[in-house]
């Protein structure tokens, strides 16, 4: 079963930014469907961005779209998050998600889809 393991959060003032990794045990990452979400307190989990496997397609939620870009480095079996213009609503423990089941673009952002998860990272936006 892989592991994936998160690192990065932190606490950031707002229009800080922060780059989130994760870290797959996989030698086969690459061929995971993969992404983030997030959860705040009180909150659902909700879609932030992913990635299809192999085709390097990448799906945002309309809220971080033009602020967040996810990224990969196949060598090191890893995705990174990295978030830019950091809003207070951004608060929330993030988590890193993978499967290995292919996944059209509109099933991206559903998070009964994944079955492999972190632990989270917690990011707080406040001044």
């Known amino acids: 079963q892989v592991q994936l393991v998160e690192s990065g959060g932190g606490l950031v003032q707002p229009g800080g930014s922060l780059r989130l990794s994760c870290e797959a045990s996989a030698r086969t990452f690459n061929t995971f469907t993969k992404g983030w979400f997030r959860q705040a307190p009180g909150k659902d989990r909700e879609f932030v961005t992913a990635?299809?496997?192999?085709?390097?397609?990448?799906s945002y939620a309309q809220s971080v779209k033009g602020r967040f870009t996810l990224s990969r480095d196949n060598a090191k079996n890893a995705i990174y998050l990295q978030m830019n213009s950091l809003k207070p609503e951004d608060t929330a423990v993030y988590y890193c998600?993978?499967?290995?089941?292919?996944?059209?673009?509109?099933?991206?952002?559903?998070?009964?889809?994944?079955?492999?998860w972190g632990q989270g990272t917690q990011v707080t936006v406040s001044s």
């Open positions: 998600a993978a499967t290995q089941r292919r996944l059209i673009t509109s099933e991206l952002d559903n998070v009964e889809n994944y079955d492999v």
């Open positions: 990635t299809k496997q192999n085709s390097g397609m990448t």
